[in-house]
């Protein structure tokens, strides 16, 4: 089993669309959770960053973590065409020194927000 | 804004040359990362380096070195390019490894490596 799964889609939705993204996660050592987005031909860039179980909100975008259920979500409101972009979930353990500051990423969720 | 600079967008070499791609930060950052993204198979962590002339293998550190000399400066060697390195490269950069709240990524804009 893959330490993080992330359904690779494609995702395609009309414009306004509530857009859920999920990975799931098999190392209960996983403290720490982000969401990336990656426009076609350029860097990752990170939107979302949470620590705890529960929600975290940023205008349209909403990060859930759920750790009893090793589930991670990426909720997008009123979903724009700025939007289409490939979505990548990372995650990394707690504790200082070592590897532990290395993330691992899920493979990535294309979406298309079509107007 | 953190600030991560690759030192090429495209790339184009012949087998079996010497490539060299390099990465800047400019937010003082202690860890840097290399990574490849290829479709189908995300990214793929190469190398990383979390301090000055300290360097370690990640998942697929083959046919790869490193080199960091400076704080804000990482480079990627090929040491002899081959076809299936044929690949975008990424570079990224996270604030420091003694601190556990946050070690979030910041990644450059990523260099398209084809080898011809």
């Known amino acids: 089993q893959k330490e993080v799964e992330q359904d690779p889609g494609p995702l395609s939705v009309p414009e306004g669309a509530i857009v859920s993204l999920n990975c799931t996660y098999s190392?209960?050592?996983?403290?720490?959770f982000m969401w990336y987005r990656q426009y076609s031909r350029k860097g990752p860039e990170l939107l979302m960053y949470?620590?705890?179980?529960g929600n975290k909100e940023d205008g349209r975008f909403t990060a859930q973590v759920d750790k009893s259920s090793k589930y991670i979500s990426l909720f997008i409101r009123d979903s724009q065409p700025s939007d289409s972009a490939t979505y990548l979930c990372?995650?990394?353990?707690?504790?200082?020194?070592?590897?532990?500051?290395?993330?691992?990423f899920g493979k990535g969720t294309l979406l298309t927000v079509n107007p | 804004d953190v600030k991560v600079t690759q030192s090429s967008r495209y790339l184009v070499k012949r087998t079996g040359e010497k490539v060299f791609l390099e990465c800047v930060q400019d937010?003082?950052?202690?860890?840097m990362f290399w990574y490849r993204q290829d479709p189908g198979l995300g990214l793929r962590l190469i190398y990383f380096?979390?301090?000055?002339?300290?360097?370690e293998k990640g998942d697929i550190p083959e046919g790869y070195s490193v080199s960091r000399e400076k704080k804000e400066r990482f480079s990627l060697i090929l040491e002899s390019a081959s076809t299936n390195q044929t690949s975008m490269y990424l570079c990224?950069?996270?604030?420091?490894?003694?601190?556990?709240?946050?070690?979030?990524?910041?990644f450059g804009p990523g260099t398209r490596l084809l080898v011809l």
């Open positions: 949470t620590y705890s179980s």
């Open positions: 937010m003082d950052h202690e860890n």
């Open positions: 990224a950069s996270s604030l420091s490894r003694d601190r556990v709240v946050r070690e979030t990524q910041y």
């Open positions: 380096s979390y301090d000055v002339k300290m360097k």
């Open positions: 990372a995650m990394s353990v707690r504790g200082s020194g070592g590897s532990n500051y290395k993330l691992t």
């Open positions: 190392n209960s050592a996983f403290q720490y």
